[in-house]
């Protein structure tokens, strides 16, 4: 639900998570490798066997297209599941908003590592979350459990973007250990030029 988000960018987490998602499968194919598509919330939910072809991206492509973001997400435990679906060793990309507790996320992308898969992660962030550009008093609510919590936003505000600089850090640096390829994604940042980066190393 969190990727429903949509504050300063041109465009929701979800929309540009799947953006980058169909380029990423449109490039994949284009190199003559096959390419398959996982979604999740808390757990696995619509799988799609690798395709070759253009043509055998149009489910994908189609699914990638209607998603809503709703409920809540177990990252950690998605990946295990995933992980333990796809045991041959692979390239594996997570696209993901990344917006739970770092240790859990850190230890899902451990177990593709130690599984063999190379991993990159493409962590999709709206610039708005990252500073408090409010002011006052605010009701903030929880995209995914639906909680509301009203805040005095200069009270907070240095210690929360502490706190987001905190686990950006840890996100980053977990990656690195893990030898995962780590970009951070402002949802304002065209597509093209993050995949294109990517091959670029």
Same mark, same amino acid.
């Given at each position: 639900?969190? $990727?429903?988000?949509?504050?300063?960018?041109?465009?929701?987490?979800?929309?540009?998570?799947?953006?980058?998602? *169909?380029?990423?499968?449109? @490039? /994949?194919?284009?190199?003559?490798?096959? %390419?398959?598509?996982? @979604?999740?919330?808390?757990?696995?939910?619509?799988?799609?066997?690798?395709?070759?072809?253009? +043509?055998?991206?149009?489910?994908?492509?189609? !699914?990638?297209?209607?998603?809503?973001? +709703?409920?809540?997400?177990?990252?950690?435990?998605?990946? =295990?599941? *995933?992980?333990?679906?796809? #045991?041959?060793?692979?390239?594996?990309?997570?696209?993901?908003?990344? $917006?739970?507790?770092?240790?859990?996320?850190?230890?899902?992308?451990? !177990?593709?590592? !130690?599984?063999? !898969?190379?991993?990159?992660?493409?962590?999709?962030?709206?610039?708005?979350?990252? @500073?408090?550009?409010?002011?006052?008093? %605010? +009701?903030? #609510?929880?995209?995914?459990?639906?909680?509301? /919590?009203?805040?005095?936003?200069?009270?907070? #505000?240095? %210690?929360?973007?502490? %706190?987001?600089?905190? =686990?950006? +850090?840890?996100?980053?640096?977990?990656?690195?250990?893990? $030898?995962?390829?780590?970009?951070?994604?402002?949802? *304002?940042?065209?597509?093209?030029?993050?995949?294109?980066? $990517?091959?670029?190393?």
């Amino acid at each position: 639900g969190s $990727l429903g988000f949509r504050g300063d960018g041109p465009m929701s987490k979800m929309d540009c998570a799947s953006y980058l998602a *169909a380029g990423m499968l449109y @490039t /994949l194919v284009s190199q003559r490798d096959l %390419a398959g598509l996982i @979604t999740f919330d808390a757990k696995m939910r619509d799988v799609f066997k690798p395709a070759g072809s253009a +043509e055998g991206l149009r489910p994908l492509l189609l !699914h990638l297209e209607g998603i809503e973001p +709703e409920g809540e997400g177990d990252i950690e435990a998605a990946i =295990h599941q *995933a992980a333990d679906v796809r #045991r041959k060793k692979s390239l594996v990309v997570l696209i993901s908003d990344l $917006l739970q507790d770092a240790d859990r996320i850190l230890r899902g992308i451990r !177990h593709l590592y !130690h599984d063999g !898969h190379n991993i990159v992660v493409l962590h999709v962030v709206d610039r708005a979350e990252r @500073t408090l550009s409010l002011g006052g008093v %605010a +009701e903030l #609510r929880d995209l995914e459990t639906k909680s509301k /919590l009203v805040i005095e936003v200069d009270e907070i #505000r240095d %210690a929360y973007e502490r %706190a987001v600089r905190h =686990h950006l +850090e840890k996100i980053r640096v977990g990656c690195n250990e893990c $030898l995962a390829v780590y970009r951070l994604v402002d949802t *304002a940042d065209p597509a093209e030029t993050v995949l294109g980066g $990517l091959s670029r190393g």
